[in-house]
């Protein structure tokens, strides 16, 4: 049993508490999933854990804390990572060795366990994640979802009886976050290891979750238990579960599975939107490219705009047949892609499909060996990367490389600087563009200060000054909570409506369901698909299995062939669906 | 190969670098390093192809190729010697002996010479750059003195920082320009350290806590026993007096005495020290004939120069002469390309497996 009892703690010089007299039961041997909004202390909570706070943080705690009959706060980390493993956010940065044996090797070696014992230690963690073929790797060349494996075998090593994760998963694609909690799942089931796991993505660990705890933002009470019960206390929910609490399905679906359960006396005939593809059709999919033909809504319910009108302005940015090499390398191979005024693109693929060197290609970042790029009808090769970015705003993955100065308002005064443009040329003016983006109460601030959704949008401000007809967004939903979410896609919907071409590269196909027009797969460097979001996410493209396309969103796993992506789109067609009666709650399945 | 023949290697290496002014042998030397180290190189891009992961160039990449390095260290070493120099009897011409430093005869041996010093330099810098590329940190850290284990597990972070470093340089180069920033001059370099340092400063805290985290600095004992410390004072008191011996005629055949008494001393602190520290290892490396090879190769490649000192010297002063070039010195030479047999010849026996 872990507890915590009336814990209040506050980091050294801020005002405010990061926790507030939590107190909380964990149980052992179950799968906990942490979530609550960003700043809600869900990272104090699991440092609490292994005594990193306060030993680690400093700052003044109280309260008492217990892990089984173990005193974190008086043992401190070194005691305690014998019992508590810990797993961090970013793979890259707890790595000390380079190879993977030796980091696994690590701990062990520090706390001078003989070499027998590591040996045998060693091979149980590899046996154990299956890490047989990387065992003589160098981390270098590993995958993020490989690192983060052997960041978890790593914290196993000492066999500890609780594991820790600090949003493992989300700087990984839906795949390698997918293996990485079926590993964690295993070891919960098959070893009894207490899994206690913090995430936004609630639809990602659901289903592998058995205890929920909320952590809200202010100082009200943490829920706290089954995960069905917790989420109908709580607002930012999974899209299944918001389509549950709409439909009063009881009790709650949690997974897509759990969903189905409701769904499958449910006729979907008559619904709106394009059927399954038949394989012809999926065959020229990926053989041109397809305008988006889709008749959903926004969830705004104002009909997104189609490429037939945008086509009319012409794209504003066009790639004609890229190539990019790194080091002889092929990286990209005869790449074309145009983005239109008013128009949402939404660039998918795996780690390393070729995604990120796009945008930098597009941009000139990234030299390319063959094609060309086209801003406004110019090309853009001999043009300095700082006179492209002019008018095209481009948000790297990591919005922090872009923030250097002493406060907010000051990001925006420099780019304008850079590009010789005075404050008084520019409309909206910085404060209002600042306004538009929710920061005009921290203008002041130091930006590095900010939290993770306001670091990224005060990003997007300083690149975003300059007006720009075209925005890059580089996996900008990177540990973002719900709400800052909500925030960007409503940036998106606004972009939209101001006609510019917005290119959307991201793992979240909750959001590109929301957001995006038109839906573009890179695989292997080449495009491997492009057309509508229903054509791509709606249906199993990439073969005939559902598994076979890991990029369809909750709802069209739920309603497979519908054309429905978003929780909007499921109840303007049912409603809009004169054969279709309100579904019965049927868990037991089969009946209805 | 093990890395204590490696270090026997490095060892040789340096020593032969250090030992000769003469520049034939060390454009030899130089280039035979620049083969090791590609083969090393090629061998470790093959076994990172082979794992199937379409994987950055090299992470542990150095900031600066020694090819680069040269055309850089030998022209300013040259310039410098000829500016500072004034000894030679080839004389360009002269400047002004009222300036400061530079004035005097220029010379065409103070340039000579100082090209030569440049080289020495850049020799050297490649044979650690192989070292560096060849030995896998756990081993680089292995070798170190228990009671610096810390202190080891701290450098060796900082040598896997370096292209880190790099990285978050060019990322942030990059986001300067997304920004509109154009760099004429290297006052516009400027802007660019302050994320690169604050990053690097995140970065490491997160690694401090992930290691911490890992028990990391549990079992560190921080304090010196009194005999130690008392033995570390001695030993370096005697280290300094040795050197003050030196000066002294009186003293002076004692120094040698002191210093080894000193060097006695402190060894024995670290010693004692390094008995406090908790840590085991996880590998024990295995020697095999090929680094017995590798060992003996180094010896034909050290020890002409050892025995033939007047065939290894050269200096230009007072006049240009040509170098010599004693077969027996540049061929043993040779020897030091033995790891890179040693490479190719256990990547043959493993194909055959």
């Given at each position: 049993m872990i507890t915590f009892d009336h814990v209040s703690f506050s980091y050294p010089e801020?005002?405010?508490?990061?926790?507030?007299?939590v107190t909380l039961t964990l149980v052992e041997s179950t799968f906990t999933l942490i979530s609550g909004p960003s700043g809600a202390g869900k990272t104090t909570l699991l440092r609490c854990l292994n005594g990193l706070?306060?030993?680690?943080?400093?700052g003044v705690l109280t309260g008492r804390i217990r892990v089984g009959d173990l005193d974190p706060v008086a043992l401190g980390p070194e005691v305690m990572c014998r019992h508590v493993g810990f797993v961090f956010q970013?793979?890259?940065?707890?790595?000390?060795?380079?190879y993977v044996e030796d980091e696994l090797a690590f701990a062990l070696e520090n706390a001078a366990m003989s070499r027998a014992e590591m040996r045998s230690r060693v091979g149980e963690v590899i046996e154990l994640l299956d890490l047989g073929p990387l065992r003589?790797?160098?981390?270098?060349?590993?995958s993020g979802g490989e690192k983060q494996r052997i960041a978890i075998a790593a914290a196993l090593a000492f066999r500890p009886r609780v594991l820790v994760l600090d949003e493992?998963?989300?700087?990984?694609d839906p795949r390698s976050a997918r293996e990485v909690l079926e590993a964690l799942g295993r070891l919960n089931r098959d070893l009894g290891l207490t899994v206690i796991l913090a995430e936004h993505r609630l639809e990602r660990v659901l289903p592998f979750a058995d205890r929920l705890v909320y952590l809200p933002a202010a100082e009200a009470p943490v829920v706290d238990g089954v995960p069905d019960e917790v989420l109908g206390q709580?607002?930012?929910?999974p899209p299944v579960t918001t389509l549950g609490k709409a439909l009063g399905?009881?009790?709650?679906?949690?997974t897509v599975a759990e969903g189905r359960r409701f769904c499958?006396?449910?006729?979907?005939?008559?619904?709106?939107g394009p059927k399954p593809l038949p394989e012809s059709a999926r065959a020229e999919i990926r053989r041109k490219a397809l305008g988006p033909q889709r008749g959903s809504q926004s969830p705004a319910g104002a009909p997104r705009q189609g490429r037939g009108r945008s086509d009319e302005a012409g794209p504003t940015l066009v790639a004609e047949g890229l190539s990019v090499a790194y080091d002889g390398k092929?990286?990209?191979?005869d790449v074309s892609l145009s983005l239109y005024p008013g128009q949402v693109t939404a660039l998918l693929g795996r780690n390393g499909a070729g995604k990120s060197t796009l945008l930098k290609a597009l941009v000139g970042l990234v030299p390319h060996q063959d094609g060309s790029v086209w801003l406004s009808g110019r090309e853009?090769?001999?043009?300095?990367v700082a006179d492209v970015c002019r008018e095209v705003a481009y948000l790297p993955q990591?919005?922090?490389?872009l923030l250097f100065a002493e406060t907010v308002l000051e990001e925006l005064h420099i780019t304008l600087r850079n590009h010789g443009v005075?404050?008084?040329?520019?409309?909206?003016?910085p404060e209002a563009l600042l306004e538009t983006l929710g920061l005009l109460h921290k203008?002041?601030?130091?930006?590095?200060?900010?939290s993770v959704g306001e670091r990224q949008r005060a990003a997007l401000a300083a690149i975003l000054v300059t007006q720009p007809s075209t925005v890059l967004l580089d996996?900008?939903?990177?540990?973002?909570d719900y709400d800052a979410k909500d925030r960007l896609l409503a940036l998106m919907h606004r972009w939209r409506v101001e006609q510019r071409a917005v290119l959307l590269v991201t793992h979240d196909v909750e959001l590109v369901a929301e957001a995006a027009d038109r839906v573009v797969i890179l695989d292997g460097g080449g495009i491997a698909a492009e057309g509508s979001p229903a054509e791509l996410l709606g249906?199993?493209?990439?073969?005939?299995?559902?598994?076979?396309?890991?990029?369809?969103?909750q709802m069209a796993r739920l309603f497979?062939?519908?054309?429905?992506?978003?929780v909007a789109d499921v109840l303007s067609g049912l409603r809009s669906s004169p054969v279709l009666s309100p579904p019965s709650p049927n868990p037991g399945g089969g009946e209805s | 190969m093990h890395p204590l023949a490696w270090f026997a290697w490095l060892g040789t290496a340096s020593l032969v670098t250090l030992l000769t002014r003469n520049p034939l042998y060390l454009v030899v030397l130089f280039v035979i390093f620049i083969l090791v180290m590609d083969v090393e190189r090629a061998s470790q891009r093959a076994a990172a192809d082979s794992s199937g992961y379409d994987s950055a160039?090299?992470?542990?990449?150095?900031?600066?190729s020694p090819l680069r390095f040269a055309l850089f260290a030998v022209p300013a070493g040259a310039v410098f010697n000829l500016l500072t120099s004034h000894v030679?009897?080839?004389?360009?011409f002269r400047l002004p002996a009222?300036?400061?430093?530079?004035?005097?005869a220029l010379t065409a041996e103070a340039l000579l010479y100082g090209a030569i010093s440049g080289l020495v330099l850049v020799t050297l810098f490649t044979a650690f750059a192989v070292l560096n590329l060849a030995l896998p940190v756990r081993d680089l850290i292995a070798y170190i003195p228990r009671a610096f284990y810390p202190v080891a597990i701290v450098s060796a972070i900082a040598v896997t920082f370096v292209p880190n470093t790099l990285r978050q340089f060019r990322q942030v180069r990059e986001a300067q320009a997304i920004r509109g920033y154009k760099m004429h001059g290297?006052?516009?370099?400027?802007?660019?350290f302050l994320p690169v340092l604050v990053g690097g400063l995140e970065r490491a805290l997160q690694l401090a806590e992930a290691m911490t985290a890992r028990g990391?600095?549990?079992?560190?004992?921080?304090h010196l026993a009194p005999v130690a410390r008392i033995s570390l004072v001695a030993g370096l008191a005697g280290v300094l007096g040795a050197g003050v011996a030196q000066l002294t005629p009186t003293w002076a055949s004692a120094a040698p005495a002191f210093l080894i008494a000193g060097a006695l001393l402190m060894g024995a602190a670290i010693w004692h020290a390094g008995r406090g520290v908790q840590h085991t290892r996880y590998r024990r490396p295995v020697w095999h004939s090929m680094d017995t090879f590798v060992v003996v190769a180094c010896g034909i490649a050290v020890v002409p120069f050892l025995i033939w000192a007047e065939s290894r010297a050269y200096s230009p002063y007072p006049a240009l002469a040509w170098p010599l070039f004693d077969l027996r010195l540049g061929g043993g030479l040779?020897?030091?390309?033995a790891p890179a047999f040693a490479r190719r010849f256990s990547e043959q026996s493993d194909d055959h497996i």
């Open positions: 801020v005002a405010l508490p990061a926790l507030h007299k706070v306060p030993h680690f943080s400093g970013d793979p890259e940065t707890q790595f000390v060795m380079d003589h790797r160098s981390l270098a060349t590993l493992p998963t989300s700087q990984l709580i607002d930012l929910v399905w009881s009790p709650l679906p949690v499958e006396g449910m006729s979907v005939q008559g619904a709106e092929p990286v990209l191979t853009t090769s001999g043009m300095a990591d919005p922090n490389a005075t404050v008084a040329e520019v409309e909206p003016a203008v002041t601030a130091y930006p590095r200060d900010l996996e900008p939903t990177r540990g973002l249906a199993p493209v990439f073969g005939d299995s559902e598994a076979a396309n890991p990029f369809m969103p497979p062939g519908s054309g429905w992506l978003t | 160039p090299s992470d542990r990449g150095l900031p600066l030679g009897e080839t004389v360009f009222a300036i400061p430093l530079i004035g005097g290297w006052r516009d370099w400027l802007p660019l990391f600095g549990g079992g560190a004992r921080t040779l020897g030091l390309m």
